[in-house]
């Protein structure tokens, strides 16, 4: 459930007009209710229970400053892929100890800098990766704390860009080497072996792989014990699916509670939970304006001022995003439209055959755009990225500007 309803068929985010914060702000903009990301952070908390866990926000799904200051402020962990991320959470206030370093490519100054701020644990992904901390560490005189992420081979029935738990993926180390590279892991100075790590895929619909990837990681948790290497906490990813359209993902409780049934009897193991999307994706929208409607032989097209540029998901994935009026208008009849951006490219839509009531000046929404939506964005096309809004009940806060033209070529040079 999100906070973004109409009223008198205007859209509010939370208790503030939509339209009223994009006539102050303009268009295109990206907009977060701050109750929606702080009900789905204690959705995943709550549903936990008493197992001890830990809920680590994927940063990597909406890094704004803003978004990751709330969460701060819940206690919340943080997921990372890069020392541009671990540098976000804490300068939004986020606490490192409560940090996990995700990502199969880190480098030695990236390794170096997460020893440095004392983080929860480093997700490594490969042999190399560990030989690497292993020597980072010795170099500066710390002890890192190491998770193997496994690769549980299991299908995790979402899109192939964003499957990650097959043997055909790049990430994480085949469930067959497992106890040997733990093995080599307890073996090398400086590291510290506390747990054991998955993530199978993201926008999954199904509890089924979820369990069966826990019940396959479980299982190596106890042969390893009985070589006497004793992990301390289980990290099992994130990808709970959130609804675009008709999909009906499990809500996070009952995901949550599915992980934590499989953990009973079991309470010195933590839980660390991975959520991105389920935490932001349906606490935002993409406000946009309609410049012009082009009616065509074969298509109606709406050409709005957000592209690919500002939300790729539809252009890379033909990812459906559900785009609403901001006014409801009760008598006007619905035309079917591709709503699509001034991008010059024909892959370059937000939505396609969309029945709506519109006319140019009208303004729209993208909704589940909270997440994978202004990170991705580039200024492809030379176009200033749209500023990020955070509503918090009544009041509306920017929490990152929109870009101007000199921002465009900031760091560039001309020569003589
Ligand atoms: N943990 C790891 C190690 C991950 O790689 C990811 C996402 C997550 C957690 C969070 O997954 P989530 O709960 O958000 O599903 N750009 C794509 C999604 C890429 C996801 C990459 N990894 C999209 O727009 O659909």
Redesign the pocket.
């Known amino acids: 459930m999100d906070y973004f309803n109409y009223e008198d068929g205007i859209l509010y985010a939370e208790d503030v007009a939509v339209q009223e914060i994009a006539a102050e702000y303009g268009t295109p903009l990206y907009i977060y209710s701050r109750k929606t990301l702080e009900r789905h952070w204690r959705a995943f908390d709550s549903a936990v229970g008493n197992h001890p866990h830990l809920i680590c926000y994927?940063v990597?799904?909406n890094s704004n400053l803003g978004v990751l200051s709330v969460l701060a402020k819940l206690g919340s962990g943080f997921?990372i892929?890069s020392a541009g991320e671990l540098a976000r959470v804490i300068e939004a206030g986020g606490d490192p100890k409560k940090v996990v370093f995700?990502?199969v490519g880190k480098t030695a100054e990236e390794i170096e800098y997460a020893l440095a701020c004392n983080i929860l644990c480093f997700?490594v992904e490969s042999e190399s990766e560990l030989q690497r901390i292993s020597d980072v560490a010795v170099r500066c005189g710390k002890v890192a704390n190491i998770s193997l992420?496994i690769n549980p081979d299991v299908d995790a029935k979402t899109?192939p860009?964003?499957s990650?738990g097959l043997k055909a993926n790049k990430?994480g180390i085949a469930s067959d080497r497992a106890l040997a590279t733990y093995e080599l892991a307890a073996s090398l100075p400086n590291l510290h072996v506390v747990g054991m790590?998955c993530?199978i895929?993201?926008?999954?619909t199904e509890l089924s792989p979820f369990v069966d990837a826990l019940k396959r990681l479980l299982t190596l948790i106890d042969q390893l014990a009985d070589k006497n290497i004793h992990i301390k906490h289980l990290d099992v990813?994130?990808?709970?699916?959130v609804r675009y359209k008709d999909e009906q993902p499990p809500l996070p409780d009952a995901y949550a509670q599915a992980m934590a049934e499989q953990m009973q009897g079991r309470e010195d193991l933590m839980l660390i939970l991975?959520?991105?999307?389920?935490?932001s994706?349906n606490a935002g929208i993409l406000v946009t304006k309609v410049e012009f409607i082009k009616a065509g032989e074969e298509k109606n097209f709406a050409i709005v001022d957000a592209a690919m540029n500002d939300l790729?998901?539809p252009a890379?994935?033909s990812?459906w995003q559900e785009i609403i009026p901001l006014k409801q208008k009760s008598n006007a009849t619905p035309t079917v439209y591709d709503i699509v951006g001034p991008v010059c490219e024909t892959g370059d839509f937000l939505g396609k055959d969309r029945k709506l009531a519109i006319s140019e000046g009208d303004l729209l929404a993208v909704r589940s755009a909270g997440?994978?939506g202004f990170v991705?964005a580039s200024n492809y096309n030379s176009r200033c990225r749209p500023a990020e809004i955070l509503v918090d009940e009544n009041q509306a806060h920017v929490v990152r500007e929109r870009e101007k033209q000199k921002d465009l070529w900031k760091g560039e040079h001309k020569i003589s």
């Open positions: 994927a990597k799904a997921d892929v995700s990502g997700n992420r899109h860009y964003i990650t990430f790590d993530h895929g993201s926008q999954l990813g994130g990808g709970l699916g991975e959520p991105g999307r389920a935490i994706g790729l998901r890379l994935y990812a997440a994978y991705m």
